[in-house]
């Protein structure tokens, strides 16, 4: 009887490390077939200049240069469309990449468009510290290939008009105020002709907050979308229209992320036994600005953030600094109106300290 017993376990033993054997010796396989496959996918950078394109993938050395026109966009199009890239990555160029990445886009290509600073880094890291259009192509279809950024959706052409509207406005006021500053200390005699162009810049303003009105009540998403920021103390016309603009994943994401999307996220500088100061770092300037000037309003006029902001100076934070966190607990709670698309009440958010 005890013989048997033994060699029943035995047999049973057999078998299972067998089997064990066999399924490590499949998921092996499994690992190579795939990492085979990750091999085999291609991925593209494209350098963009005033003038020219410049075309890397990872399946081959050399590059292809095309003029920047109607022609040369076909072009890439069609190279692109043999490749079937996994990825093609451009750096943004202050807009001249826009009617390539629209070509991109509308020809169905997983595009992405993404920090030069990025790149550079990316580039510094791999030990390549020359410059050129071509070999910076070859960085940019590297650094598709190795971080592979997430593909997320591009702005629609409403949403890049209402951009370019609330862009030319920021440029409009940056001339009004350099011309108030110049007329200053200017001669008497060219005071008319500064007044006379600070009442055209002024006039122009206008024009410009009336279209951007118009564009916005137009919508009747947008217009939605308006009035619930506007419900928020603090938020006015101007920083709903920047956030409708410059921050179209307002309610999609969670508070850290849309945080670091906005610039107000404290990032930590420690190393051993060293702990630095956090400091706030990145984001899109023009949005962060915008909600400066809400949340400086909003510790006046907002019970929230104003007992927020108190609360931060009785616990010894510098003026500074707890207007900072007011900024990110302010997008904090227009994240969570917006997702949950519901006006402000401020019985949700209970203020700090009470």
């Known amino acids: 009887m005890r013989e048997r017993d033994r060699r029943a376990t035995s047999s049973l033993r057999s078998r299972t490390v067998a089997g064990v054997k066999q399924a490590r010796i499949m998921q092996g396989r499994d690992i190579k077939k795939k990492e085979n496959m990750e091999t085999k996918s291609v991925f593209a950078g494209i350098d963009v200049s005033k003038n020219s394109l410049d075309l890397a993938n990872t399946s081959s050395q050399g590059t292809l240069n095309v003029a920047y026109d109607d022609a040369g966009v076909r072009k890439v199009i069609r190279v692109m469309k ?176 849309i945080a670091a999307l906005a610039g107000v996220a404290p990032f930590c500088r420690d190393s051993g036994k060293l702990r630095g100061k956090r400091t706030v770092w990145g984001g899109r300037a023009s949005l962060r600005s915008a909600l400066y000037m809400g949340t400086l309003v909003g510790s006046r006029f907002n019970p929230v953030i104003r007992a927020h902001y108190l609360h931060l100076l009785k616990a010894g934070k510098c003026r500074k600094v707890a207007l900072v966190a007011c900024m990110r607990k302010l997008l904090t709670i227009l994240n969570s109106i917006m997702r949950n698309r519901s006006p402000w009440n401020p019985t949700l958010f209970v203020p700090e300290g009470t």
Not at 151 to 172: C, F, M, S
């Open 82 to 257: 043999r490749l079937s890239p996994a990825l093609v990555v451009l750096e943004a160029t202050g807009k001249l990449e826009a009617r390539l990445v629209a070509a991109l886009q509308a020809a169905g290509l997983p595009v992405v468009v993404v920090n030069p600073r990025q790149v550079r880094d990316f580039a510094k890291a791999k030990g390549i510290l020359a410059k050129t259009d071509a070999i910076d192509a070859g960085v940019l279809a590297k650094f598709a290939e190795v971080i592979r950024p997430e593909v997320r959706p591009l702005p629609d052409e409403n949403t890049k008009e209402l951009n370019g509207y609330l862009a030319r406005r920021h440029q409009i006021v940056e001339m009004i105020v350099a011309e108030q500053n110049r007329r200053l200390t200017a001669e008497l005699k060219l005071k008319p002709g500064i007044d006379a162009h600070i009442k055209y810049l002024r006039q122009t303003l206008t024009d410009v907050d009336s279209e951007l009105d118009y564009r916005v009540k137009a919508s009747a998403s947008w217009r939605e979308s308006d009035n619930l920021l506007q419900s928020v103390p603090g938020v006015g016309p101007i920083l709903s229209l920047t956030i409708l603009a410059e921050l179209p994943e307002l309610g999609k994401l969670n508070r850290r992320k």
